[in-house]
T-cell receptor
Framework: AQSVAQPEDQVNVAEGNPLTVKCTYS??????LFWYVQYPNRGLQFLLK??????LVKGSYGFEAEFNKSQTSFHLKKPSALVSDSALYFC??????????????FGAGTTVTVRA | DSGVTQTPKHLITATGQRVTLRCSPR?????VYWYQQSLDQGLQFLIQ???????AKGNILERFSAQQFPDLHSELNLSSLELGDSALYFC????????????FGPGTRLLVL
């Protein structure tokens, strides 16, 4: 079984401050990890993913995430948040050992609000 | 724009009715996934097709069915609709089925009255 936890329903930061959105996961084998962002009345937009290799992954719009196997975490970060980063963020995981089951399991989502 | 298209954008119908949601994957993508997003259940995987064949099933009700056609577009059929089926239905596509990123369409918002 695979699952994702996003421990914070909401994250509030001031524009220009660092932004962190937390994610922990559980899989049987090695994880494939993804971050998506959803703006109001829009679909999910892909931000970045970790498959293998360097633990620090850089993605779209200045976002990055760090894979930590010992802590089973994949936190999303941005050094300097913008008001336009205000949105709903989802972490997702897929177990690499799955044979036919290639679904993504999503966390509940974290609402990020960046105040001017 | 992800390149995945979904129609219609909005759908309002009554309980007991049947609706069909349509998805066209990105050019070159062989795999199509359907997800349901609701306030109480969050984002739930429903079903996956790869090159016309069903590959995985998630929390999909027996009243729901899907298929992927030879031109790779997919349809999700929802029948005997209930109030609780009101949700946002997303289609996603990927090139293959292993490590590839899933790209999501804009969704179809279904309201059952």
């Amino acid at each position: 079984a695979q699952s994702v936890a996003q421990p914070e329903d909401q994250v509030n930061v001031a524009e220009g401050n660092p932004l962190t959105v937390k994610c922990t996961y559980s899989v049987s084998g090695n994880p494939y990890l993804f971050w998506y962002v959803q703006y109001p009345n829009r679909g999910l937009q892909f931000l970045l993913k970790y498959i293998t290799g360097d633990n620090l992954v850089k993605g779209s719009y200045g976002f990055e995430a760090e894979f930590n196997k010992s802590q089973t975490s994949f936190h999303l970060k941005k050094p300097s948040a913008l008001v336009s980063d205000s949105a709903l963020y989802f972490c997702a995981v897929r177990d690499s050992t799955g044979s036919n089951d290639y679904k993504l399991s999503f966390g509940a989502g974290t609402t990020v609000t960046v105040r001017a | 724009d992800s390149g995945v298209t979904q129609t219609p954008k909005h759908l309002i119908t009554a309980t007991g009715q049947r609706v069909t949601l349509r998805c066209s994957p990105r050019s070159g993508d062989l795999s199509v996934y359907w997800y349901q997003q609701s306030l109480d259940q969050g984002l739930q995987f429903l079903i996956q097709y790869y090159n016309g064949e069903e590959r995985a099933k998630g929390n999909i009700l027996e009243r729901f069915s899907a298929q992927q056609f030879p031109d790779l577009h997919s349809e999700l059929n929802l029948s005997s609709l209930e109030l609780g089926d009101s949700a946002l239905y997303f289609c996603a596509s990927s090139v293959g089925i292993q490590r590839e990123t899933q790209y999501f369409g804009p969704g179809t918002r279904l309201l059952v009255l």
